[in-house]
């Protein structure tokens, strides 16, 4: 499995390019991190390693990569579902027994400090929580590719402590894993960075 660029450049209609000449290579078992100035393009970047948004410049090719997850910084869920339904869907998908899904599901509700609002509707939970909860969906689903954009914006240091070790735990020999932050904390829990800097105008 491998996600390779080559000479990525972005540039929306009407504005000034945003990074240019973007080159690499992610593999499975390496927790990259994208770092750069807020509106630097990178939840753009994102978006074009999704496959959702053609680049202007250069490829983008996904080797054995057919599922990717992609984590928002607005999460999307079923406004009425409950959290635990929710992370306990792609398990169901995954072929397993309800009885087997809830207790799997609550177990990663637990790890993504959620334990208490598992029975909750998505839409009652609080942007941290919703954030998380979709992070635990992704943990439960056999994603190729994890794309995680901000996941500690609206979180406390504890918390965000909390989910750089659970992301370091979803990282595994069979996903490939990618982290837009501009947090310190999370930034030291990557292996490598990605460094996404305006380009020259
Ligand atoms: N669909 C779009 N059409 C036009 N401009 C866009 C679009 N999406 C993003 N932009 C612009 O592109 C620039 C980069 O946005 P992007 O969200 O990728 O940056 P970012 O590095 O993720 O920022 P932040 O760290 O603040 O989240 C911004 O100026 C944004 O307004």
Redo the contacts with the bound molecule.
């Keep these: 499995m491998r996600l390779v660029a080559e000479g990525l450049g972005h540039r929306?209609?009407g504005?000034p390019p945003?990074f240019a000449d973007l080159s690499f290579d992610l593999r499975p078992g390496v927790l990259y991190g994208l770092v750069?100035?807020?509106?630097?393009?990178?939840?753009?970047?994102?978006?074009i390693l999704s496959g959702g948004?053609r680049p202007s410049n250069g490829n983008i090719e996904a080797i054995g990569v057919d599922r990717i997850g992609w984590i928002m910084?607005n999460p999307v869920g079923a406004p009425r579902r409950t959290a635990i339904d929710q992370v306990a869907v792609p398990l169901l998908a995954r072929g397993l027994l309800r009885r087997e899904a809830e207790p799997q599901a609550r177990d990663l509700l637990d790890r993504f400090g959620l334990a208490h609002v598992a029975a909750r509707e998505f839409r009652r939970l609080s942007g941290g929580e919703a954030q998380r909860m979709c992070l635990a969906r992704a943990a439960a689903s056999d994603y190729d590719a994890i794309l995680i954009?901000?996941p500690t914006a609206q979180l406390d240091r504890d918390t965000a402590h909390t989910i750089g070790d659970v992301i370091r735990e979803m990282v595994s020999e069979e996903r490939i894993v990618v982290l837009?932050t501009?947090d310190e904390l999370l930034r030291n829990r990557c292996d490598q960075i990605l460094q996404?800097d305006p380009a020259a105008p």
């Design positions: 929306f209609p504005q945003l750069g100035p807020s509106g630097s393009g990178k939840s753009t970047l994102l978006s948004l910084q954009d901000e837009a501009h996404v």
